[in-house]
């Protein structure tokens, strides 16, 4: 992907990162952002950036299609609840570069220290969010309907986030693609995400290895319905943890659950069914399970559909 900076007109044909389009067109302004070279002094240009992107989420104008572009390199210290307020409505984060030059937002100092999602309509897209301290409760707190999470990487690095991406009953039609989330081995997470209630969240093309000790993907507390889980390429999601739970919904939720979700067990047990929870959903193959090195995934052994015409 290349990206020349026209500032302060925007990219009325769209964006694709890594060859992944961006679902909305962005014509609004254009805002830099580097903590490498720059300030909040500065007027927000590929020359002269601003600081930080709690600053130029400040800058942007709700619903015009704004974008910032936060620069290689860039490092976001968020220290406080909502240290980083995503309050500005349709605007578009995107981050550039690609493994450790990746812009990167970490979390640390208080463990209510997080990402807030308060505006409809916001799109963040590669970015690297870092846990820099223990038992983080939530540092993406997703508050408001129609946000996009795209080719973005999750990762604990001090200790575990209990829970690193969590919702309300507000976050309708989320949308998740292409998630990395690289959980610690040691015990203390709960989920990678927790979903309360909303409609129509997607979470799909995913990577998820932690030691969950509820699950990898859980909802609670309310019901989300059509809620879809699946991938269009193979997902993957490894619990390290003896509750051997990946995916655990409350009993109404509805929605779908697969294709093309792989499953690896901590334990070596009768354990596979237990795997996946949700007694009102749908359950598509190909959907494997594994519970021990050097062996096939089985499909896993939920209730199967009988045709009673």
């Known amino acids: ?185 040691a015990a203390g997470a709960e989920t990678a995400i927790s979903i309360v209630g909303g409609d129509g969240a997607t979470v799909k093309n995913f990577w998820i290895d932690g030691n969950f000790g509820t699950a990898a993907i859980e909802n609670v507390s309310a019901a989300a319905t059509n809620l879809t889980i699946c991938g269009d390429r193979p997902s993957y999601i490894r619990t390290r943890n003896a509750a051997d739970v990946a995916i655990t919904l409350v009993a109404t939720a509805t929605g779908n659950v697969g294709p093309n979700l792989y499953i690896r067990l901590q334990d070596n047990a009768a354990n596979v069914t237990e795997a996946l929870v949700g007694a009102d959903m749908q359950f598509y193959a190909p959907l494997g399970i594994v519970n021990a090195d050097g062996e096939k995934a089985l499909d896993w052994n939920g209730t199967a559909t009988v045709d009673e015409s």
């Open 1 to 185: 992907m290349s990206l020349m900076s026209n500032y302060p007109n925007g990219f009325a044909n769209g964006i694709s990162v890594r060859g992944m389009p961006l679902l909305s067109a962005y014509p609004g302004k254009v805002y830099w952002v580097s903590s490498v070279n720059g300030s909040n002094g500065n007027d927000g240009t590929f020359q002269k950036p601003f600081g930080t992107l709690d600053y130029a989420v400040g800058r942007c104008t709700a619903n015009a299609g704004d974008i910032i572009v936060a620069m290689p390199g860039h490092v976001e210290t968020v220290i406080a609840a909502a240290g980083l307020d995503l309050d500005v409505a349709g605007i578009c984060i995107l981050g550039l570069g690609a493994g450790s030059l990746r812009p990167t937002v970490n979390f640390t100092t208080a463990t209510s220290a997080d990402m807030d999602v308060d505006a409809a309509n916001i799109t963040v897209a590669n970015l690297l969010f870092t846990g820099g301290i223990d038992a983080l409760a939530g540092p993406i707190d997703i508050n408001a309907a129609d946000f996009s999470m795209i080719n973005c990487e999750t990762r604990d690095v001090t200790g575990q986030a209990t829970d690193f991406i969590v919702t309300d009953a507000a976050a309708n039609r989320l949308y998740i693609d292409g998630w990395v989330h690289r959980g610690a081995a």
